[in-house]
């Protein structure tokens, strides 16, 4: 599986942005998948997660309430749309595939390039 992310840029504080995660492969639908993040020397961190049917999902309790994470599996699509939107969540949000919809690196195979998220005061 290949993934392709997208739709990060700069933002004020409280504004919004979808981040969207193009899948290559036929497999996609078998996959859960998730969003990390990892600002300026810190260590990746769990955003959202779903599983491969999209009937479940799952939050850090930092973006729980802002955040939202939906798939499309006609269409090999993964996206997160982004409300309220925090200084503090400026990083490089990184999309990835895996086995079950976990909150740590260890349980995804697949990851994508990144998508820079800035977010101004």
């Known amino acids: 599986v290949q993934l392709q992310a997208s739709g990060g840029g700069l933002v004020q504080a409280g504004g919004s942005l979808r981040l969207s995660c193009a899948a290559s492969?036929?497999?996609?639908?078998?996959?859960?998948m998730g969003w990390f993040r990892q600002a300026p020397g810190k260590e990746r961190e769990f955003v959202a997660s779903?599983?491969?049917?999209?009937?479940?999902?799952y939050y850090a309790d930092s973006v729980k309430g802002r955040f939202t994470i939906s798939r499309d599996n006609a269409k090999n699509t993964v996206n997160l749309q982004m409300n309220s939107l925090k200084p503090e969540d400026t990083a490089v949000y990184y999309c990835?595939?895996?086995?079950?919809?976990?909150?740590?690196?260890?349980?995804?195979?697949?990851w994508g390039q990144g998508t820079l998220v800035t977010v101004s005061s």
């Open positions: 779903i599983s491969w049917s999209g009937g479940r999902t």
């Open positions: 492969g036929r497999t996609f639908s078998s996959y859960a």
């Open positions: 990835a595939a895996g086995r079950a919809p976990g909150a740590t690196p260890s349980y995804y195979d697949y």
